[in-house]
């Protein structure tokens, strides 16, 4: 069966919901037999160089509704919101893209990005052969009428023929479906009483708890690499209450994923260190060995400051940081000199940097400087927390 999967590439998130992809990408080649298709809105990038390196079919697409999008008061100024819905919408684009593809398909998979396959997937979707589309329950897994279409058995030639008239149903609940659930909402209007049911196990969520039997696990809710924010208490209290159950434990096996996908090295045993004296940073907390998460240090405002260890030869700076500040800069400076400049893309994770400091006289004193931060009811002002800030002779 032909598995379809989407995404926008405008959106400040971009690298995370990439990550996602590579973590579905390599569950599904290693627990199942689908092809994937990828629908792909935006420009070549390292992920589209990546999945061609994986052998997954790369398809140029931008929903039909991609300009009404952009002119949507809704969306006015909420960059994020609006690449998510232009990725969404572009499921509706899979009944057409079908027969442009060729080939004798009548029934395909579509997830959202943000799944990850299991060993427990049975294939049992070949015998999955719904008259309009099949889908799980949402929140509550006794309710299937509540349905969630973060995985979906589509008849393709069923919804190319209801193709106009669907479409119509969904420009004229535009306004309204995008401040709540997107084309989720749509489906559920126009088809109400007329989808079939998938069991859970095929759309399992995390905050049900662990299953053995789950055969997709769908990141409903908070994203795995949210789990440091989770922890450190900076996510809205909606996620929040879903960062419960196993989320834990699947974001770790996540984690696993995404690190064999990108071949990316782990932080050092040693995170922090290098440097005789700090202002501006918090002591260490955790680890949170629940959520699989290391020991963190919260950076305050106006500044962190650290003198290194020795000011002899060029130095390496290794930083792995996460700001829940929307637009958030740090200032890397040396001796009051501007060195780097890092502008956090996402407020969902943690960001690498790794900075050279080159040898010299003069003051050897490193600052830190965040563009903004926020006072905490104890009187601190956070602006940006540390998994690494290390500083090590850089190697030859």
């Not at 299953?211 to 409903?220: E, V």
């Not at 009187?379 to 850089?394: D, I, Y």
Request: net charge neutral.
């Amino acid at each position: 069966m032909k598995w379809f999967f989407a995404l926008n590439d405008s959106s400040p998130a971009f690298d995370y919901y990439a990550g996602m992809v590579q973590v579905a990408v390599r569950t599904a080649r290693q627990h199942t037999r689908l092809e994937p298709v990828f629908l792909h809105d935006g420009t070549d990038n390292r992920l589209t160089d990546w999945l061609a390196d994986e052998g997954v079919r790369v398809v140029r697409r931008r929903s039909f509704l991609a300009e009404e999008l952009e002119r949507l008061p809704a969306l006015a100024g909420n960059p994020t919101a609006r690449a998510i819905a232009a990725g969404a919408y572009l499921r509706l684009e899979v009944p057409e893209l079908v027969r442009e593809l060729g080939g004798p398909d009548r029934h395909v998979l579509y997830t959202d990005c943000d799944v990850m396959f299991t060993a427990a997937f049975d294939g049992a979707l070949a015998a999955c052969a719904p008259a309009w589309f099949a889908v799980a329950p949402e929140h509550d897994p006794a309710d299937p009428l509540a349905m969630n279409t973060g995985v979906m058995v589509m008849n393709v030639d069923a919804l190319r023929g209801d193709a106009p008239a669907f479409r119509q149903t969904v420009r004229e609940r535009l306004a309204e479906s995008v401040r709540s659930s997107f084309d989720q909402h749509a489906y559920r209007l126009h088809y109400r009483g007329r989808w079939e049911n998938l069991p859970p196990v095929m759309n399992w969520k995390p905050y049900w708890g662990r299953n053995p039997a789950a055969q997709i696990i769908h990141f409903h809710g908070p994203k795995p690499f949210q789990k440091y924010a989770v922890a450190a208490g900076v996510v809205p209290p909606g996620l929040a209450r879903l960062a419960t159950g196993a989320y834990g434990e699947y974001a770790a096996e996540y984690d696993r994923f995404l690190a064999d996908a990108t071949a990316e090295s782990p932080e050092p045993a040693e995170a922090f260190g290098g440097w005789a004296e700090t202002a501006g940073l918090l002591p260490a907390e955790g680890p949170y060995p629940a959520q699989d998460l290391p020991r963190v240090r919260w950076g305050l405002g106006p500044q962190v400051v650290l003198r290194p260890v020795s000011a002899s030869g060029t130095r390496l700076l290794r930083i792995a940081a996460l700001s829940q500040l929307e637009g958030q800069v740090l200032s890397i400076r040396v001796g009051g000199a501007e060195v780097r400049r890092h502008v956090f893309r996402s407020t969902g994770g943690f960001e690498r940097i790794r900075v050279e400091i080159p040898a010299g006289p003069g003051d050897a004193t490193i600052a830190l400087v965040p563009a903004q931060w926020r006072d905490d009811p104890d009187g601190r002002a956070r602006a940006v927390l540390f998994r690494a800030l290390r500083m090590e002779p850089k190697p030859n």
